[in-house]
């Protein structure tokens, strides 16, 4: 009786239910921002263009109370709380509004920064963050129909800073359709852009000053600015990024790839966990919202050689509708929203908001997969059994990556099946380091791991699968 | 030997090919009512079918192949009590409380009450054969293999269902390329496949807009002997074929078109194949069949609608109060503001030129364009008698009244928005700024004097500067307007205008803004002529 739940088989819920948040009856809100207000308040903003500020959202169970805040605004994609005023990341501009006379509804919406073209289609969109050190808001614009860069619509592609003084500043390039925008802990600005011209698979992309995300579409906008120094060399279609970043020195590799089909379709937004332990033992790592499977992936960076790379892992499922975007609340719960309007999602509601605790219980999963100059270090978040980690029979690795170029996504291309040549557990069964022969540069490496059991209970791996992003090896 | 629908030909073929060791089909099930092939994926830790429906009390004979490099077995297993994602946790369960005899026993807890049928533990490039009988009530039946930790990546459902399935075994492929006609999908390999448990065509699964294609295959099943008819819909090309024979052609690059064919088939089951290609705009795959006794029963999940129309979501202002639309107004731009009033008048600014762009009485917008699927195009305003005022810039300097205004521009640099206040009635004062002039734009609704008439609006401009220009005037109208008593009049549209003097010297309607010291402020009236 004693060992009745040893051989129990864990699923996510058991580590990470999810609770869904009623919202106002008759309103239609396609969650497409959330940021938590003083008072421990939850603003909610919506395709539709409203913003909703919610009371009572926590705890055991929510009975949210839900107040229009505002009307009227044009596709909000993303909302940051400071100073007295929401800031709110619209198609067509960075609006700062605030309620002057306390009714409850804002009254003062004064445009920040609109320093960018919009000329009716609806791809052009524009995702924006919280304020970052500086204050700033930065603010990514899809390409016109996720494929051009009209004349009346400048700096479509680019990243663009947003000062406190409403400055725009152009600050990156080469990005296609984003999904979503976030800061790792370090407060790097990281975006996902999905699969299309110029871009393989979806990937999360690391928005160095300066960089060229791959797309060169939107880089006729040069002509407009020359804050980025002269616009880069041309990528050559049906190349790899690998090769082309050789030749064109700001084209920034993607962090983490995210295998089109198998983590997702749309990754969305970006959220860093800063709880500092309350949501569980993944600190500072990255989740990542994905709108057409309706799940969060987890993701791990570290810096190789100067640049971010890592891996991702399948984290929590079974989300109501698409996910768009997550928060982490003062409670160290997750919030998350989205719809499926235009885009189906797995999770058939047309819209949803819904929250994420942490049971206490943790999940055995991988923590952190770092490369070594011949192969990888791997630490778990709980200890597995050690035989299991030292037989080289418990992992499967593959590793492929796709095509750079001009027409839509790409297949998996030049697999290769690397050698694990030996898996050393380390103490406790904590961590394997794995020694592997043909680790390919600018692959990913997809790592499968059935053969590794929870020392304790003979339980695999909640999620025995990881997919890391060799751009870079270090040579210690 | 009754005939055997079967689920693929290759099945057939893969019986004649490999000299296999079948088991025999126990008594009662010497006669299936179905074949199912079920493979593993190499290196992928995956089975190749992910669902397939069976009806109930149906004999079946599963045809289970491992080309894998590691062993795998398939285990059907009864509905558990977890609602969705049941991947039969308490087989696997006892899986694992077989500790050390797992391996013996072939990793599979026999007589366990969830076990429905299974494989056995099939070896790397090997592949077994087992029969069972589909029990009498419908629901999800999860199958996995068992192996330690495969499960949770090696799964499925079988559907158990009375629901007559429009095709059965609905396999799509989906292919990416650019074509102006149908491609060999034979020679191509596909993206993404898988299978349609609803037994309904649809091309939803693509998560392109456009250049993309997909192959359906499956069997549909006749009633009777008789003529059989076939239609339809697609947006590009698309052809039909029952038994490898062409039925439907609407090949070739088109907008929805419509085609049908006829066929005599036999009762019984018929292989059905589809295929679609879809190169730009908008894509569609519509599909119907009619026979003997029943007519235009679909075969496609997206069904013909009458008119095209997309829901119609209408915006009207509360009580007292107005309401604001941000989008893409025709008429106003891509940086619309609609402004509708209780009154029942409504206006659109253009915030790329800072200019009242259109006014118009009556009903306000209609959200359903762009709060429907991704939101397409220009939405006009709802409502009667719109009134569209001059394009590009309201405000400029100029050499003299008369100067030429400056030619519209797409989007000004002259003018910057700056946004806009509510007042307690939720009604926008706009806000923008000239070279150092801060100009503040106030628009109050007047309601009709009576009912059945139409209300007015009003618009108060305020202007600030520490060095105003001398030179500023603002544009309320273009072509000839008729002036009598100090109002200007041109077709339906009626203005009047307190605060400075209009001019009439130039084909348009300027006010040149007078400035007091660093202030100046100008009141305009729009009204719909009787």
């Known amino acids: ?476 | 030997m009754k005939f055997l629908p079967v689920l693929r030909l290759s099945v057939l073929l893969s019986l004649v090919v490999h000299s296999l060791v079948l088991a025999s089909p126990p008594q009662g099930l010497k006669e299936v009512d179905r074949v199912i092939t079920i493979s593993t994926l190499a290196s992928q830790m995956k089975y190749d079918v992910d669902s397939f429906s069976v009806k109930p009390n149906s004999r079946i004979k599963l045809v289970f192949k491992n080309p894998d490099s590691l062993p795998h077995n398939l285990i059907l297993c009864t509905p558990g009590k977890k609602k969705g994602g049941d991947k039969g946790e308490e087989v696997i369960d006892a899986v694992y409380k077989l500790g050390d005899k797992g391996v013996k026993m072939d990793w599979e807890p026999k007589g366990h009450p969830r076990i429905l049928a299974s494989s056995g533990m099939v070896p790397p490039g090997d592949e077994k054969t087992f029969y069972f009988k589909v029990p009498g009530v419908e629901g999800d039946y999860p199958y996995i293999c068992t192996f330690p930790g495969h499960y949770a990546l090696m799964n499925g459902v079988m559907s158990v269902t009375k629901k007559v399935i429009p095709i059965m075994n609905l396999k799509y492929r989906i292919y990416h390329g650019k074509w102006k006609k149908l491609p060999d999908f034979s020679e191509l390999k596909p993206k993404k496949e898988g299978f349609l448990t609803n037994g309904l065509i649809d091309i939803t699964r693509v998560e392109l807009t456009d250049r993309f294609g997909f192959l359906f295959t499956g069997q549909i099943q006749c009633k009777k002997d008789g003529n059989y008819t076939f239609n339809i819909s697609s947006d590009d090309g698309s052809q039909l074929l029952i038994d490898e024979q062409m039925v439907v052609d609407n090949d070739g690059l088109h907008g929805s078109g419509f085609k049908s064919g006829s066929v005599f088939l036999e009762k019984g089951e018929h292989e059905i194949e589809v295929r679609y290609f879809e190169a730009g705009g908008q894509e569609e795959l519509q599909l119907t069949w009619s026979g003997p006794g029943f007519k235009n029963k679909p075969l496609s999940k997206d069904l013909p609608k009458r008119g095209r129309a997309v829901k119609s979501i209408p915006i009207a202002p509360k009580k007292g109060e107005a309401i604001i639309y941000r989008n893409f107004i025709d008429g106003a731009g891509p940086r619309g503001i609609g402004v509708g009033y209780d009154e029942r008048v409504n206006l659109a600014f253009d915030a790329n030129n800072m200019r009242l762009a259109m006014i118009w009485h009556g009903d306000f917008m209609d959200g359903g364009r762009h709060w429907n699927n991704r939101g397409l195009g220009f939405q006009p305003p709802s409502g009667k008698d719109v009134i569209h005022l001059p394009k590009g810039l309201a405000f400029t300097t100029l050499a003299a009244g008369d100067s030429p205004w400056p030619v519209p521009e797409y989007r000004t640099e002259e003018i910057s928005f700056e946004g806009y206040v509510l007042d307690k009635f939720q009604r926008p004062t706009f806000n923008y700024n000239r070279d150092g002039v801060s100009i503040t734009d106030r628009f109050i609704p007047v309601a009709p004097l009576s009912e059945g008439q139409v209300g007015k609006i009003r618009r108060v401009l305020k202007f600030f500067g520490n060095d105003p220009p001398l030179n500023l005037y603002l544009r309320l109208g273009h072509g000839g307007f008729a002036q009598q008593n100090g109002t200007f009049s041109k077709d339906q549209l009626v203005i009047s205008a307190k605060g400075g003097g209009v001019l009439t010297s130039s084909p348009d309607l300027r006010v040149p803004i007078n400035f007091k010291g660093k202030k100046s402020e100008l009141e305009i009236v729009y009204s719909w002529a009787e």
Not at chain 1, 2 to 22: F, M, N, Q, R, W
Not at chain 1, 319 to 345: C, E, H, P, Q, Y
Not at chain 1, 370 to 375: A, L, M, N
């Open chain 1, 1 to 476: 009786m004693a060992d009745d739940h040893a051989g129990e088989l864990p699923v996510e819920s058991d580590y990470y239910p999810i609770t869904t948040l009623t919202l106002p009856e008759g309103e239609v809100i396609e969650v497409s921002g959330i940021d938590i207000l003083p008072g421990n308040k939850v603003a909610i903003s919506s395709r539709r263009g409203d913003i909703f500020v919610g009371e009572e959202v926590f705890g055991d169970e929510p009975k949210p109370k839900w107040t229009i805040f505002a009307r009227g605004l044009h596709e909000v994609l993303g909302i940051a709380w400071k100073d007295g005023w929401l800031y709110v990341t619209q198609r067509p501009e960075v609006t700062r509004i605030k309620d002057q006379d306390g009714d409850g509804r804002a009254d003062i919406f004064e445009t920040v920064a609109d320093d960018w073209g919009i000329n009716g289609d609806y791809h052009e969109y524009a995702f924006g963050t919280r304020h970052d050190k500086n204050g700033d808001i930065w603010v990514i614009l899809c390409l016109t129909g996720s494929a051009g860069a009209d004349d009346k619509s400048p700096f479509r592609g680019w990243c663009m800073r947003v000062t406190p003084e409403g400055e725009c500043i152009p600050t990156g390039y080469g990005i296609r359709s984003p999904g979503g925008i976030g800061f790792n802990h370090e407060g790097e600005v990281f975006y996902c852009d999905n699969q299309g011209l110029w871009n393989g698979s979806s990937a999360l992309k690391h928005l160095r000053p300066g960089g060229f995300q791959g797309n060169p579409t939107g880089n006729k906008y040069f002509d407009l600015t020359d804050v980025l120094g002269p616009k880069p060399p041309e990528p050559v279609s049906g190349s790899r990024i690998e090769i082309e970043r050789k030749r064109i020195p700001n084209l920034v590799p993607p962090p983490v790839v995210l295998p089109h089909g198998k983590v997702g379709n749309s990754p969305a937004g970006i959220e860093c966990d800063e709880t500092g332990g309350k949501f569980g033992p993944f600190q500072n790592q990255l989740f990542v919202s994905e709108q057409t499977h309706s799940k969060v992936s987890r993701v791990f960076l570290e810096k190789v050689n100067g640049y971010y790379q890592g891996a991702v892992f399948p984290f929590l499922e079974g989300f109501d509708s698409g996910n768009i975007v997550a928060r982490f609340a003062k409670d160290g719960s997750m919030l998350t929203g989205g719809t499926n309007r235009g885009w189906g999602s797995w999770g058939k509601k047309r819209f949803a908001l819904q929250r994420v605790n942490w049971t206490g219980k943790v999940p055995f999963e991988v923590h952190e997969m770092r490369v070594k100059p011949d192969g990888f270090v791997l630490t778990f978040t709980e200890a597995a059994d050690p035989a299991s980690l030292a037989d080289i029979e418990s992992y499967i690795i593959e590793s492929y990556t796709y095509v750079y170029q001009k027409g839509y996504g790409s297949p998996e291309v030049d697999g290769t099946v690397p050698v694990i040549t030996q898996a050393t557990p380390g103490e406790g069964g904590k961590s394997v380091r794995l020694t592997i022969d043909g680790m390919v540069k600018g692959h990913v490496h997809e790592l499968k791991m059935p053969g590794i059991y929870r020392s304790t209970t003979r339980q695999p791996l909640l999620h025995p699968v990881a997919y890391y992003t060799l751009n870079e090896i270090p040579s210690l």
